[in-house]
């Protein structure tokens, strides 16, 4: 089984503000004004657990995006 992996998609002022479970595609949010958004991100995704047919779903998107790339 593939490893989770926390992504940062976006940024305000160098604060991350939105990031996704790279296995699933999960979003956790933060608030970069109140000044615990990444600890607060980390703890959202350490918090969750990974569907696993929304997880293999992903997986098949990647692997089908990578085939027809070729």
């Known amino acids: 089984m593939a490893k989770r992996n926390l992504r940062i998609v976006k940024r305000v002022r160098n604060v991350p503000v939105i990031a996704i479970c790279e296995l699933c595609n999960t979003e956790f949010l933060g608030d970069p004004n109140m000044g615990n958004a990444q600890s607060a ?25 990578t085939t027809k790339d070729k």
């Open 41 to 65: 991100i980390q703890s959202q995704f350490n918090a969750h657990k990974c569907k696993s047919e929304v997880a293999s779903q992903a997986a098949a998107r990647t692997v089908s995006k």
